[in-house]
């Protein structure tokens, strides 16, 4: 039987990061995605590339014209991986049945129950190995498991994501900024393992 830190075995701790990824998290969830640019300007002014600002106002002009587009995820708990457990997710943003964004993470957690580094994979447009990249971010789960917070490097820019879990644990609400944009999150509890 694998222990803690402080002598108590891992299967019995409710510690916030493995309530949030393994009781709560584990499944697969589909709702929306959205996308805007909140400052042109500053967009602009930004040091993140002429592709990545190409890449913000094509996701901003389709979603404009099309609506938000469909966002499933599936995380799959692996509690006795790593220190203090882990687990994988896969999301898939996609419009009219075309991938738009592709992330797969592994989420690695941390033994003082409140922090976790995330190992990612994503691909940005439907064509595979094209826009791709591999990076690491860390992420903070607080509020007994209902709630995280994420610093993630997405399109140049350092995003502050915050996610919220609903009462009945069955909905997750994220808002996600930047300098220069806003994308939100809205996704519900399809099927959970048996």
Known sequence: ???????????????PNRVYYFDIGTGTWHGKATFRVTSWRRLRRSRIGLTNKLLVTAMHVVELLTGAPKQESTIVAKPNEGEFGQADNVVRISKFGVTLYLLEERYVLHSDGIGVTVLGDERLGPVPRLLTRSFTYSAEIRDEGMAATYLMPLLGAMWTADYRVTPDRQSLFAELVCDWG???????LISAPA
């Not at 039987?1 to 510690?15: D, Q, V």
């Not at 806003?182 to 519900?188: G, L, M």
């Open 182 to 188: 806003r994308a939100t999150e809205e996704t519900h």
């Open 1 to 15: 039987m694998t222990m803690e830190p402080e002598g108590i075995p891992r299967h019995l701790t409710n510690a």
